[in-house]
């Protein structure tokens, strides 16, 4: 017969005792920017489905999208963009075998943050 007695192990790591670590919370905002910018791909559909609709209903939805809260979501697709494409070009680097140290994942990490502001700033002064 089996034991039905519960053995008393330790459970297995669990999220809360992790230390949040760049790399870490980098992964998981590269999965949520990526889920983000199919939803920005949606709106850019529905503005430009809309301008070939009519003129009325152009209107409407440029409103939308040119309202504060609209302005606020572009801006935060368009940082999503360039986080995203940043974190693919770092994990490429490292599919090369490239940057596995601590150290170095660590300021990978950091100029992936930094960088994609930077190029987000960058790209609004452009318009």
């Known amino acids: 017969m089996a034991d039905t007695d519960t053995p008393n192990r330790p459970l297995s790591p669990h999220i809360e005792i992790y230390r949040r670590e760049i790399n870490m919370m980098t992964s998981i905002v590269n999965r949520i920017t990526g889920v983000g910018m199919g939803f920005s791909g949606f709106l ?14 152009f209107a409407y ?10 302005i606020l979501i572009l801006v935060g697709s368009l940082w999503a963009l360039w986080f995203h494409f940043l974190g693919g070009l770092r994990h490429m680097w490292m599919d ?7 150290e170095t994942v ?3 990490g950091w100029v992936l943050v930094i960088g994609s502001v930077v190029l987000t700033a960058l ?5």
């Open 106 to 108: 660590t300021k990978s």
């Open 44 to 57: 850019i559909v529905w503005w430009l489905m809309a301008g070939a609709t009519s003129a009325e209903y």
């Open 96 to 102: 090369f075998g490239y940057g596995y140290e601590i």
């Open 61 to 70: 939805v440029d409103g939308l999208l040119t309202s504060w809260i609209g």
């Open 123 to 127: 790209s609004l002064l452009m318009i």
